[in-house]
């Protein structure tokens, strides 16, 4: 099945920007997703991107999409304090409801 | 906008005791899903039902069942509470993307 990996913590600065990188193996996932789970909440979806496309971009948030490497990204600019959060990758198929989720990557925003 | 309540954010309960875990939507949406979420380990899937009364395993349903009487609310059972269940339980509905529910924080002494 899917396999979804990601870095398990990141470190910025306030007023950088992060980038959150996410790997997966199955070439035929159709809908990639990022979710971001504030401390004690659920997971609340950001943005997600289709296998057709390479780039999506929402006010602060870019998603890039290499399909060749299958290699997803997100990167926040001009993180802030509030950007603190776990970020969930996850992959899914045409025909599926059930994603494969990564496991997350805290990112940690620092003054 | 997506409404997914889960009953209770934080639940404290004892070793064999029947715990029941509520989730419920107002979207009228087929699809509902239980994860737990622990450290390190990231979402498990439990339980997840396409229909009322309709109930398939996930990946982790051991020492767990469900209940989906009616469409809107899914429940999750521990039938004996053990201390290896104290854990973050997700109830989530939808298809492409999930929609999530704040989550419930369940110990059990």
């Known amino acids: 099945g899917e396999d979804v990996e990601q870095s398990l913590f990141l470190s910025v600065r306030e007023g950088d920007s992060s980038v959150i990188n996410c790997t997966y193996t199955?070439?035929?996932?159709?809908?990639l997703y990022w979710y971001k789970q504030e401390p004690g909440a659920g997971l609340q979806l950001l943005t997600y991107i289709f296998s057709n496309m390479d780039m999506k971009q929402d006010q602060r948030l870019t998603v890039l999409l290499n399909k060749k490497d299958k290699h997803l990204s997100l990167r926040i600019a001009d993180t802030q304090t509030g950007d603190s959060a776990i970020y969930f990758c996850?992959?899914?198929?045409?025909?599926?409801?059930?994603?494969?989720f990564g496991r997350g990557t805290s990112l940690i925003v620092h003054p | 906008d997506v409404k997914v309540t889960q009953s209770s954010r934080y639940l404290v309960k004892r070793t064999g005791e029947k715990v029941f875990l509520e989730c419920v939507q107002d979207?009228?949406?087929?699809?509902m899903f239980w994860y737990r979420q622990d450290p390190g380990l990231g979402l498990r899937l439990i339980y997840f039902?396409?229909?009322?009364?309709?109930?398939e395993k996930g990946d982790i349903p051991e020492g767990y069942s469900v209940s989906r009487e009616k469409k809107e609310r899914f429940s999750l059972i521990l039938e004996s509470a053990s201390t290896n269940q104290t854990s973050m339980y997700l109830c989530a509905i939808g298809g492409q993307p999930q929609h999530f529910g704040d989550g419930t924080r369940l110990s059990i002494l």
């Open positions: 199955d070439s035929s996932s159709t809908y």
């Open positions: 039902s396409y229909d009322v009364k309709m109930k």
């Open positions: 979207m009228d949406h087929e699809n």
């Open positions: 996850a992959g899914g198929k045409g025909g599926s409801y059930i994603p494969t």
